[in-house]
């Protein structure tokens, strides 16, 4: 087992102020593969005041110069990719295929996307007679969680980087291991010192005391809504700009006309990505009353042919959940659906199976209607509802009954017409006809699924502020 008693502060590893340890758990096995130092408010008084100290000179910084380091720590993820997917692997379940196929590939593409974009952008336009600024807030407090430890990093440190900003990161308590490794890769590009720091911690202990410090001018947090709430309150405190990546409960609505072949097993994928861990999932599948029985069929046999089981065995698809406590949420939602009248295609599991390992089966609901739980609330695991519909007007106002507007899909035989479904669809992104991911696309929701937008272009303007000079 490791103990990593450190944060990185200031371009050095040093010493937490308290002695408590954070163990890290291997959901598959449950396991402590390690222990983290566990930080308290002083460890984050030194980060902030080593980011602000650092700032005024990398504000300065050429934006060639800052593209530079930006590209040193992408090549550094690269030539360390295998040893980041077997630790994200083991810290937080998600299979090896998976973890080298999109858990280290998407912070790649984080770093050396903002390097490019960063020589790119305009940080200065006339307007009217007026001269339009850009320049970075100051010191970025980024709040990471755990289904996309490093990719989530990435999004905030990179773009906030590339923008002039210094950053502080508090990556989750349960994978913390991949933000050591970033650290190490930074340390080697020779980024200067008090650019980028780490403190681990706990949400209560060291996300609240950078949401509320005084000396950082913006945070990001990714997260539930419920913590989202939180973090706002705290910033609030010193009208500080948030930026808030929040939950989702999205629908993927099949028009009347889609190709159940391909739309079905796509929209199995996309309910069961990461074990359901993702706050963007199409967990709720739409589809016209008359195609019921036929989408459920499909569903049933995709689904059943999803290899559940141990993440570093190649074959594996989904591997466990995150945590016992993860675990015991998502059968909680199961329950729930059962016991209010849900009708369950496949899985169902209610409770822990034998042995070891934070594993649920996936599982399809049918028959889910507005009123239910599972229809309302984010789960956050291998669950996916299915809601009858009737017209195309009702599909649309179930899709937009959440309180969450953070991503949706649209099946049809005409682009044309999905086009237009998706119009209408309130979420900040939408799958036409399981088009692929754009990664340098806005990534960010509507309602209470947050708050600004991450990546590309419109990543980098997320951490600018924007300023006219008259005359």
Known sequence: MRTHKDHYINGQWVPATGSSLLPVTNPATDEIIAEVGAGSADDVDRA??????AFDSWAATPMSERARYL????QGL?????????????????????????????????????????????????????????????????????????????????????????????????TPLNAIILAEIVEAAGLPAGVFNVVFGTGPEVGEAIASHPDVDLVSFTGSTRAGRRVSELASGTVKRVSLELGGKSPNILLDDADLNAAVPAAVQAAMINSGQTCSALTRLLVP??????????????????????????TTVLGPLSSRTQQERVLGYIRKGIDEGARVVT????????????????TVFSDVTPEMTIHREEIFGPVLAIEPYDTEEEAVAIANDTIYGLAGGVWSGSTERAQQVARKIRAGQIAVNDAGMNLDAPFGGYKQSGIGREAGQFGLEEFLEVKSIQG
């Open 78 to 174: 690269t030539e360390r990719a295998d040893e980041l997917a077997e630790v994200i692997s083991s810290e937080m379940g998600s299979p090896l295929s998976f973890a080298r196929a999109a858990q280290v590939p998407l912070p790649i593409n984080s770093f050396a996307q903002s390097a490019t974009i960063v020589t790119e952008f305009e940080f200065e336009q006339s307007y009217r007679g007026s001269t339009i600024v850009r320049e970075p807030y100051g010191v970025i407090g980024a709040i990471t969680p755990w289904n996309y430890p490093l990719h989530q990093i990435a999004l905030k440190a990179a773009y906030g980087m590339a923008a002039g900003n210094t950053v502080v990161v508090k990556p989750s308590e349960n």
């Open 48 to 53: 902030v005041a080593a980011a602000r100290a």
């Open 347 to 362: 899985g169902g599991q209610t409770e822990p199976a034998e042995g070891g390992g934070a594993y649920v089966s996936p």
């Open 71 to 74: 590209g040193a720590i992408a």
């Open 289 to 314: 009353r008359a195609k019921l029985a036929e989408v459920e069929g499909i569903a049933k046999a995709v689904t059943e042919s999803i290899t559940v089981g141990d993440p570093t065995d190649e």
